[in-house]
């Protein structure tokens, strides 16, 4: 390639081409010549950048009122990352997510693209790095052990709104289904067996309560992606930081991203620690499971159509074989379950990640953020698409249901406070191996009187709750 379309820069290991027109310099070329990993870059993840940009924002404003850098520099700097914040630039941000160095790169992609704008802003060239230095000016006071993970975190915080806002709209669309159902009466079970007659509408219901206990977690869990170590650069000592900038940067961040960040009691302790990460993965875990759970329900009720429970209907999304002519399978549960076992690997891998950090710092971090943002932006597009193409167009089978339930030999349960245990069990026995209903086998045996029976076996009596 012509060599007009590189500009040389070099680092500590010697010099490298950098594309002309890029933003970023020479420590991103050569991450990008070093991790070809998992193809998920910077870019792909627009609320990291956004977040390392509020981080590179904020500590250039709390360097400037410490008089530690130049402020016409530290405004160039903060139109730079303005820009980022607005969603520009995000091509410039091509180096894997995925890379050792607990993360440098990633740092100095930032750090690069900032300067490189910060210098066009000021009317110098990019490289031009005498006048605005990736390293002196947009890195002041800062480490990558201290700016990433802070920006991480946020990207977090700033992901978890959007997960909590389509959990929310699922479980309106399902408690939407619960209110559509909620005079269907159908059978419970247990352990796949016939257990007590319900409502459809509560079992929806239950479903939808069940999720709404997530958004709690979620949010405590989230909580603790609050508590920040900028400031405390290399090893939390804070080396090269001057005394106030902690505290001062951490203000400046909370102001300019409009979330509360909190500066950790203790920095040293704060820089290695992954715990927040540990309880925040373990909390879309716990969502997970939940989601799959669910999933399965709802294969199980729709299973058949003709051999199965077939009490529900989901809509129909896609042919569902390439041999079996009519088939349609329940593929968003399907996608919803697969997401959720993606998830829980990577609560694994987050466990493993956390625990491999030894001394003053975690080099493991870049993985511990990788699989949370990849749990993060799939159990969000997943509830999303679980809703629309799933949850809304479920429609029901009410006489199947019903069936199931005058037939069940499930409902002699309601009948023990009156003939009791024993005699209940004889009936169930008998029903079952005979064929013939409980009804008439206890009218038979003179158990109850036909009134009598009928009030008990009514299943709109059986679903109320007799124990509030």
């Known amino acids: 390639m012509d060599k007009k379309t590189f500009r040389i820069e070099s680092d500590l290991l010697g010099e490298l081409e950098v594309p002309v027109d890029a933003y970023y310099g020479v420590q991103t070329q050569r991450a990008l010549n070093n991790y070809r990993i998992s193809n998920l870059k910077m870019g792909y993840y627009p609320d990291f950048i956004v977040s390392i940009a509020y981080v590179k924002w904020a500590a250039a404003l709390a360097n400037s009122e410490l008089g530690v850098l130049d402020p016409k520099i530290a405004e160039a700097i903060a139109e730079a990352c303005q820009e980022l914040v607005k969603g520009k630039h995000k091509k410039h941000f091509p180096v894997d997510m995925m890379q050792g160095g607990a993360c440098t790169s990633v740092n100095m992609n930032a750090n690069e693209v900032i300067a490189n704008r910060a210098l066009e802003i000021l009317g110098h060239n990019r490289g031009e790095y005498q006048y605005v230095s990736p390293n002196d000016h947009v890195n002041c006071a800062q480490s990558t052990n201290d700016a990433y993970p802070t920006a991480i975190r946020y990207t977090f915080i700033r992901m978890n709104k959007k997960l909590v806002k389509s959990l929310n709209k699922l479980i309106v669309s399902l408690k939407n289904k619960a209110e559509e159902f909620k005079d269907v009466i159908k059978m419970g079970r247990t352990q796949l067996q016939d257990a007590v007659p319900m409502t459809s509408g509560q079992e929806f219901m239950a ?4 999720l709404e206990e997530e958004i709690a977690n979620l949010e405590r869990s989230v909580r603790l992606l609050h508590e920040i170590n900028m400031g405390g650069t290399a090893i939390g000592t804070g080396l090269n930081a001057v005394p106030g900038f902690a505290k001062l940067c951490t203000e400046k961040l909370s102001e300019l991203c409009g979330d509360q960040m909190i500066l950790a009691t203790d920095l040293v302790e704060a820089t290695p620690d992954a715990g927040a990460y540990v309880n925040y993965s373990s909390a879309l875990k716990r969502l997970a499971v939940k989601l799959s759970k669910m999933c399965n329900d709802l294969r199980l009720l729709s299973s058949g159509p003709r051999c199965g429970f ?17 088939k349609v399978n329940p593929v968003i549960p399907e996608i919803t379950n697969q997401v959720c076992f993606k998830v829980i690997g990577n609560d694994t891998t987050v466990c493993f990640a956390a625990e491999a950090g030894q001394l003053q710092l975690n080099v493991m971090e870049p993985v511990i953020a990788q699989a949370i943002l990849e749990s993060l932006t799939w159990l969000t597009n997943v509830m999303d698409t679980l809703r629309e193409k799933c949850i809304d167009g479920i429609t029901i089978n009410r006489e199947r249901c019903y069936d199931m339930v005058k037939n069940s030999i499930g409902i002699v349960t309601a009948l023990n406070p009156y003939i009791g245990y ?11 191996q005979t064929g013939r209903s409980v009804y008439d086998i206890v009218l038979e045996q003179g158990l109850m009187s036909k009134e009598k029976l009928d009030e008990a076996l009514n299943p709109e009596n059986m679903i109320e709750s007799h124990a509030l």
């Open 422 to 432: 024993k005699n209940s069990t004889k009936v169930a026995k008998e029903a079952l």
């Open 207 to 210: 479903f939808a309560h069940n």
């Open 310 to 326: 077939n009490e529900i209907n989901l809509p129909p999304m896609a042919p569902g074989s390439s041999i079996m002519p009519g």
